[in-house]
Every structure is written in C-alpha cells, then in structure tokens.
C-alpha cells in the first residue's frame, strides 16, 4: 500500500490537518506523520498504516449515498495516478470499493488520535462531491464519531474549498 498515498497526499492531509487543529485554538497539534518525514521503521509503518486508513475513508465516503458513481471513481483513481500509485495499490482500491461501508471501523482506528482524524475527515471530503443528503448526514456522523469539534471541520471545509451554508 505503500506507494497508493504516496508522501504528497499525505504531506497535503497532514498540512490540512495541522492547520486546522492549530487554528482551533484548544490545543497544541502534534506535526502529523506524512508532514513530518518519518525517522524510524515505526513511524514508516504508522504512516503506511494511516495511508491505508486514508485510502479506506475516500472510498467509505464516495458509498455515503448507497452507491460509488463514476465521478467518484475518477477521483479516487484519479488522486491515486497522480501519485503514482501501482497496478496492486489500485486493484486494492477496487476491492474495497466492492466491500460494505466500514465507517465505525475507521472511527474506531482513529481514537485518541486528532490529527489522524482529522487526515480521515479531509481525505473523506476529498473524495466526493458533497451533493446529496445522505453524504452531507454521513459527514456530520463521521466527524461527530471522530471526536471532531465544529471549528475544525469548518476549517477542513474551506481548505477543501466545500461551500457550506451561508458562504
């Protein structure tokens, strides 16, 4: 899986993340793994581990409305050509876009780590085009179920370029 996010998306997330947990003023963010290059064999296979979960959460969110289109498969096909992911990195992918939606799965991946969550949060939004009910209620349920607070959302929206109400 390794070369399926290759360091640009997750450097991308992990900016995004950093800023918005920073610019939430309650705490003081760790400097996400992909963002920060990782120094020992661990943290490789921490960041392999969250790539895996970021991949999974693109693909959760495009069945947020009971079924993959194709516009959100050339996205998520899309985003991995870009960064040159492999014949076996996007066979993956079509694997799992084959499978249930898995989103307590992901939460439950996520506890106790914000900047993960907010990586999960944003690659979601990355993923699809926020048009029906369904995807903006599976939104709200998965930051809610990520323990993230409103600020943080509104700010990974708009570094997302998603129009919200009132904008």
Do not use: C, H, W
Not at 17 to 38: D, T, Y
Not at 45 to 54: C, F, H, I, M, P
Not at 57 to 69: H, L, P, S, T
Not at 111 to 140: C, N, R
């Amino acid at each position: 899986m390794s070369g399926a996010l290759g360091g640009g998306v997750m450097a991308l997330l992990g900016a995004m993340a950093f800023k918005a947990l920073k610019g939430s003023g309650n705490r003081s963010p760790q400097v996400p793994l992909g963002l920060a290059e990782p120094q020992t064999e661990s943290e490789r296979q921490q960041l392999e581990q969250n790539a895996e979960l970021v991949l999974r959460a693109m693909i959760n969110a495009a069945k947020a409305d009971g079924r993959i289109d194709e516009n959100e498969i050339r996205r998520i096909v899309g985003k991995l050509r870009e960064v040159g992911a492999d014949a076996e990195s996007q066979q993956f992918v079509m694997t799992q876009m084959q499978k249930p939606a898995e989103t307590d799965a992901l939460i439950s991946a996520a506890k106790g780590q914000p900047e993960l969550a907010a990586q999960i949060f944003g690659a979601s939004l990355l993923a699809i085009e926020v048009d029906t009910p369904a995807e903006e209620d599976y939104l709200e349920r998965l930051a809610a179920g990520l323990g993230l607070e409103p600020a943080v959302t509104q700010r990974i929206k708009e570094f997302v370029g998603l129009r919200t109400e009132g904008n």
